[in-house]
């Protein structure tokens, strides 16, 4: 979708300030998100395209307001009263009015080996790639309402694929319910100017990582 | 969410509780992550990947050829790490990571993304105009030097190799890892050379 | 500019609520804001386009949560700013701290007859008109710091040239204080599908007007 | 602006006042510019407009034509209305018109803009969902009519003639004119059938 979460390209933001290396949280609360969100996802109610499509259709005003552990628990609260696992009743009042339902809960014993494990998003794919890399390919356009990775700015553009990096769960479906439906996965490279126009730095490029159905020939 | 206008502090609290009371969430489970991140895993590791892959060539050619299973030779891997890819920078290229849809970084081995990284101002602009958000940051590179931004669109984690300074022939790896800062593993930042503050 | 203010086809800002014809303000500063805007920009220091380039660089998260009386009265403070009219100092204090400089102000009388001539934005062209109805254009891939009137959602998009309107003063150079540079301008037709995809409405089409610096044939 | 955080109310009255004590802005002029679009200038002028065009077919011809002149022989004019372009809805084509980058909108004919035309909800969804912003405002349309949406990014300004409802024969200019709502002639609404609520 083209949520405010799309932020490439635009502009109005002011510069970017920097941090020293250990600032990792601002607040107590931070932390807290941090690890409720986490614990939350171990249960295995959502997936992280989901999660990603939840926090880009919070209120363009609201995403651009909130800071970034902000987002998140905005978007853990969602999850949580899409999936029946939580009501806005129990938010409101900040208690839960009834003991929860069966689930599979993130043990402090398991956090080590869950964390190392990750969770792998390659597939074993049946067909073989329809591009190479050298090929030149061009982003579709397209303006799903539902959740996409293609992001704005990178759509109807003219690039070279420079890597193919095998069969991943495709986001657009499985953000919806609609299961993994894996595609072949290209790095797709663009020149500045191909992207921004004659202005652009034409020293710099610009890659992104699309599916194939993301791209024609 | 607590009542409209309640504060984020005040909102984190009641969910955290919430899912505690509902036995979704163990909370010996929350502190072993915080702990994790805070303690464990964050840019240190990184810097021995680099550090490694500036002096054992073997190693370097194995990191850029597949990172995950080099990385992994070090004892890092795991959750926002599954696919890793590493890009080294070269007097001809400099490489800049980042996520203009959400905040995707490679946790194992720089840990948590800093809050510039996940901000509006970094995600809107290094794709249009890397060089302004180096100059930003503090980072001015010759105009030969080719740029290539790394938009982690998908599952991939990119991290960048940054150049090994001068005058660190007579390091040794654990010396070397000391030069190699967050934001040289993004691409935002340069090694440090030795004897620079940190 | 890419700012917060080129708002076509961004999602998630929910159902448009639509407002009994009668009510044209919901507070006395409304009211306010609207005169003074008006009376001061009758003083003529600043253009209909520079004023546009600055609600346009409003920080987006301020834009989004403004509602529109509150982004011109930012805007006007920062024009006033700008033109050394009035200091950020007396904006915070609220009051004046010295008398004006000599201006041309809208006097009551003046009120009508300013309202009813409006301010004509074309001009003679020395050159004949580049396109002309029925040509197949292309909007240029631009992405300006500065102020253009080329929406995002249009630019890199084949369409129809289906009137040309005339020679007008361009706004992205006059916004800027470097003249009216006119243009001719065009109104270009986009079908659907060409700017938003497969999945877009057939039947449904959108016009922009467009300076001829925006097209290539 | 008088104190970060401070209201927009407080920061509007302090503006005014600021202008006022340096002799840039005539206290009487405001009063005159806010009473001309609260008394004088509104949809009122469009839907003579409109009412004129459906009963007299010169007329009709010179506002597709020429929309600026026609509209000048009615007396409106002016300030957002400098150039207007009349485009006129058919059972075959519907047209809407929005301002996605900020707020242009006929003053002369029109008034000042309601604040859903304003709004971001209208402005980023009508270019790309016009079926559906049509739906939320309660107006829906044939599969086969056509819809143009307009979207002012000059300085032309665009009138929807809407088309003349049923059962109107035998009603005088007045009264149609009556029939012809502001939304209509923003084409995010029709004109009224004789009898139905305004």
Redesign the interface.
């Known amino acids: 979708?083209?949520?405010?979460?799309?932020?490439?390209?635009?502009?109005?933001?002011?510069?970017?300030?920097?941090?020293p290396?250990g600032?990792?949280f601002?607040?107590e609360?931070e932390?807290?998100?941090?690890?409720?969100t986490?614990?939350?996802g171990a249960?295995g109610r959502w997936t992280?395209d989901e999660s990603?499509h939840v926090?880009?259709?919070?209120?363009?005003?609201e995403y651009?307001?909130?800071?970034?552990?902000?987002i998140w628990?905005?978007g853990?609260?969602d999850l949580?009263v899409a999936h029946g696992?939580?009501s806005?009743d129990?938010?409101?009042?900040?208690?839960?009015a009834?003991?929860?339902e069966p689930?599979k809960?993130?043990?402090?014993g398991?956090?080590?080996p869950?964390?190392?494990?990750?969770?792998?998003?390659?597939r074993e794919m049946a067909t073989s790639a329809r591009f190479a890399a050298g090929d030149r390919v061009r982003t579709?356009?397209?303006?799903?309402?539902g959740h996409t990775?293609?992001?704005?700015?990178?759509r109807?553009?003219t690039g070279t694929v420079v890597?193919v990096?095998g069969g991943?769960?495709l986001?657009d479906r499985n953000a919806h319910g609609a299961g993994e439906q894996p595609e072949w996965?290209y790095?797709v490279?663009f020149d500045?100017r191909?992207?921004?126009?004659?202005?652009?730095?034409p020293?710099?490029?610009?890659?992104?990582?699309?599916?194939e159905s993301y791209l024609e020939p | 969410m607590a009542g409209s206008g309640t504060s984020v502090e005040a909102r984190a609290a009641a969910l955290e509780e919430i899912l505690v009371e509902k036995g979704y969430v163990d909370p010996a489970a929350l502190d072993a992550i915080i702990a994790t991140y805070e303690h464990d895993v964050g840019p240190r590791n990184g810097a021995r990947v680099v550090a490694r892959a500036w002096t054992d060539p073997g190693y370097r050619q194995r990191l850029l050829t597949d990172a995950t299973p080099a990385i992994a030779e070090l004892g890092f891997g795991g959750r926002q790490g599954e696919h890793m890819v590493a890009v080294e920078n070269t007097p001809d290229e400099h490489h800049v990571v980042v996520c203009t849809l959400c905040s995707c970084y490679p946790w194992p081995v720089l840990g948590l993304p800093p809050t510039w990284y996940k901000s509006a101002a970094y995600r809107s602009r290094v794709v249009i105009d890397p060089r302004g958000v180096l100059a930003d940051l503090g980072v001015t590179l010759p105009a030969s030097t080719r740029i290539a931004v790394h938009d982690s669109t998908a599952e991939v984690r990119y991290l960048v190799v940054p150049m090994r300074p001068p005058g660190t022939d007579d390091l040794d790896e654990d010396a070397l890892a000391e030069l190699v800062t967050r934001d040289s593993m993004i691409g935002t930042g340069l090694a440090r050379v030795p004897g620079e503050a940190s």
């Open positions: 979708m083209n949520g405010a979460a799309d932020l490439g390209g635009m502009m109005g933001f002011g510069p970017v300030v920097p941090e290396e600032e990792l601002h607040a609360w932390r807290r998100v941090l690890a409720v986490l614990a939350a249960m992280i990603r926090r880009e259709s919070i209120p363009p005003a651009l307001t909130s800071s970034y552990y902000a628990l905005r853990l609260e949580l696992l939580v806005r129990e938010l409101a009042a900040g208690r839960a009834g003991p929860g689930a809960v993130l043990h402090a398991d956090v080590a869950a964390l190392a494990a990750g969770t792998p998003y390659t579709r356009t397209m303006h799903p309402r990775r293609l992001p704005r700015y990178a109807g553009h890597a990096r991943y769960v986001p996965l790095t490279r500045a191909e992207l921004w126009g004659d202005d652009a730095d020293t710099s490029t610009v890659d992104i990582d699309a599916w």
